[in-house]
């Protein structure tokens, strides 16, 4: 096979040094724009999209870029842009794109909106369709099942925080690479704000019926997408006159045409209810995860399995797991019982070969199997009460987001010590996270500081996790109020 000449590879190694030429800057230089344009999404507004590089994690990241239409104002427009784009740093969910950074700036004498995404190498669904179809294979009943499931967990988060996607299309579900589904963050109603963009929506066939009446306009327009998405899914495209792919103008009349087409009646049912044209009729996100046609997965081995991947035993290669603990054919890994004397569930090893097993715990931690339907999905939290503190960061011009930590205490102390000023302390905590990692925290706290609004604060700032804020809270009270009544002692310590 011959060598490719000299010039040729030049010319190839210049233009890749031209892609990932750093064009500009964050303020906080953490993100750099690349000259690589990024075919990111379908959403109507947003004008070019780059790679960029996050040189903190060392991961590639997608620069989104707004410009003002000439009829917005931006410093009218700021506060507004402020509580939409703060709202989508918030969200935190294993299937919907990560949200990371926003910023206005003006350049060449015109304001624009950037903000920073997650990177979605594998592409979205729309492109996994059209190379199944071109193969000439067939999808999956099982495969479209875990799709579902994983797109109504991430919609069932959404609607929890008041959030309506408002562009849910088989172009904006990306799927990685061990069939994590995420679904796109940014809804076209953000971008409004900032210009009036295009109405010519490419995929007209997934928008609600009564999407042009903004006062009928509900989560339920995303429950119509998301029912056109999965039906797209199921028969790679639409029938009829349709197109290839479904991506030209499909007709009331393909659509009823595919949906008949299904073999499964309980997948034609569950496509149904979505596809309703009276939106008051159309189930809720979380009703959805347990239809039949969804609702498969044994409970009691999903609830086993979930409790395994969120306990501190599971070490990050399964395969330890497997080596580390033994398991006999016979032995109980779950069980039911019933107080009424009827027959209870016994979940044995043997149900569960070591390879289904290993896969299903994977499954779990990556989120392919969410426990949406179990529990109600948890927002974003709130800010603690206002204290002295906290007002003065709501003055701020850009409230800081809040984060959330996912690793849990395993162990803390708390140290708390007298100050020469008069009824302030030091306070100290020093933390043992799951993952062995240590975190110390300190702090001044006066006597209107209660340990409730203390731990309040860490959860809500991400220093510690939702479910270890009533022991941290007991630890700070345990260790604060002593030193705080008796002005004698200096130094308090307590642990837990």
């Not at 009703?287 to 399995?305: K, M, Q, R």
């Not at 890994?333 to 090893?349: F, K, L, S």
């Not at 392919?368 to 179990?374: D, K, M, N």
């Not at 700032?461 to 941290?472: E, K, L």
Request: hydrophobic share 35%; net charge negative; proline share 5%.
């Amino acid at each position: 096979m011959a060598e490719p000449d000299e010039g040729s590879k030049s010319k190839a190694d210049s233009e890749s040094e031209d892609e990932s030429e750093v064009l500009e800057e964050s303020p906080c230089g953490r993100w750099q724009k690349r000259r690589e344009e990024v075919e990111q999404r379908d959403v109507p507004g947003i004008d070019n999209a780059f790679l960029a590089m996050d040189t903190e994690e060392g991961v590639e990241v997608v620069w989104n870029e707004v410009q003002f239409s000439g009829n917005r104002n931006l410093k009218e427009q700021q506060e507004k842009i402020r509580q939409v784009f703060n709202s989508l740093i918030q969200l935190d969910h294993p299937n919907i794109v990560k949200f990371h950074k926003y910023w206005t700036d003006t350049k060449e004498g015109r304001p624009r909106v950037i903000f920073i995404t997650e990177y979605m190498s594998s592409g979205s669904l729309k492109q996994f369709l059209k190379r199944t179809k071109k193969n000439n294979k067939t999808f999956q009943l099982k495969a479209w099942k875990r799709w579902c499931t994983q797109i109504l967990s991430a919609l069932s988060y959404l609607h929890s925080c008041e959030i309506i996607h408002g562009n849910l299309t088989c172009d904006t579900i990306f799927i990685q690479h061990n069939g994590l589904i995420k679904i796109g963050s940014v809804a076209p109603d953000a971008m409004h704000i900032v210009k009036t963009y295009r109405k010519d929506i490419k995929n007209m066939h997934c928008v609600a019926p009564e999407y042009e009446d903004p006062s009928r306009c509900t989560t339920a327009i995303d429950i119509y997408s998301f029912g056109m998405c999965a039906l797209e899914i199921a028969a790679l495209g639409f029938q009829g006159n349709g197109g290839e792919g479904g991506t030209n103008h499909v007709t009331e009349e393909a659509i009823e045409k595919t949906l008949a087409s299904l073999e499964n009646p309980l997948q034609k049912d569950f496509i149904s209810k979505c596809i309703q044209k009276d939106p008051k009729k159309r189930p809720q996100a979380r009703e959805l995860l347990f239809h039949e046609i969804l609702f498969e997965v044994h409970s009691l081995l999903l609830l086993a399995a979930h409790a395994i991947v969120h306990s501190s035993i599971l070490p990050e290669n399964l395969t330890d797991q497997a080596n580390k603990y033994k398991l006999e054919p016979n032995q109980v890994i779950a069980e039911i019982t019933h107080p009424d004397g009827r027959e209870g569930v016994v979940w044995r090893v043997s149900k569960c070969p070591p390879m289904e097993r290993e896969k299903l715990l994977e499954d779990v931690r990556n989120g392919i199997f969410p426990l949406t339907a179990f529990n109600v999905p948890t927002p974003p939290p709130k800010p603690r009460a206002k204290t002295p503190e906290v007002e003065e960061l709501s003055k701020s011009e850009i409230p800081e987001p809040v984060d959330v930590e996912n690793r849990l205490v395993m162990q803390s102390t708390c140290s708390v010590k007298k100050t020469d000023e008069q009824g302030t302390y030091n306070l100290t905590l020093q933390l043992k996270m799951d993952d062995k990692m240590n975190r110390q925290l300190t702090a001044e706290v006066n006597d209107e500081d209660t340990p409730e609004n203390l731990a309040q604060e860490l959860v809500h700032y991400g220093f510690i996790n939702q479910r270890d804020r009533d022991s941290i809270t007991k630890l700070i009270e345990d260790s604060i109020r002593p030193s705080m009544l008796e002005n004698g002692i200096l130094e308090n310590v307590a642990t837990a």
